[in-house]
């Protein structure tokens, strides 16, 4: 049986060789498909940040609620307003870094096209 599995395997490279052979004098070229959309790098890292806020924003949004939420749950109990706090404070870390991505974002690629003049 392992015989007839290498014999078929050599046969079959043989013949998968002889297949779909390009000639030397014919050229390939490969299109950019996202050119339509997105014509260089910096429209491209343009587009995914934006697709990033448009995907991580409504988290932000969720999570302020939550935390105004469990603050009227605390009912002014100290313990639970720290933890509200906390909730509270690392959703605003997390916008500043959303935000902070996507002007970063927008600050390289509007260098980058000045630079180039593309």
């Known amino acids: 049986m392992k015989n007839f599995l ?4 050599i ?7 002889t297949m779909g052979v390009i000639d030397a004098a014919e050229t390939v070229k490969l299109d950019n498909p ?4 997105y014509g ?6 343009e587009g995914v940040t934006k697709a990033a ?3 991580l924003m409504p988290f932000v949004v969720i999570a ?5 939420f469990l603050f009227v749950k605390a009912q002014g109990k100290p313990e639970e307003i720290k933890k509200v706090k906390e909730i509270f404070f690392y959703s605003v870390i997390g916008a500043f870094i959303l935000f902070g991505a996507w002007s970063f ?5 509007k260098t980058v096209t000045s630079i180039t003049g593309v």
């Open 6 to 9: 290498r014999i078929s395997l």
């Open 11 to 17: 046969v079959s490279t043989l013949f998968m060789g």
């Open 34 to 37: 996202l050119k339509a959309e």
């Open 40 to 45: 260089t790098f910096s429209q491209l890292v």
């Open 53 to 55: 806020v448009s995907v």
């Open 64 to 68: 302020f609620i939550y935390a105004g």
């Open 105 to 109: 974002a927008q600050i390289i690629g």
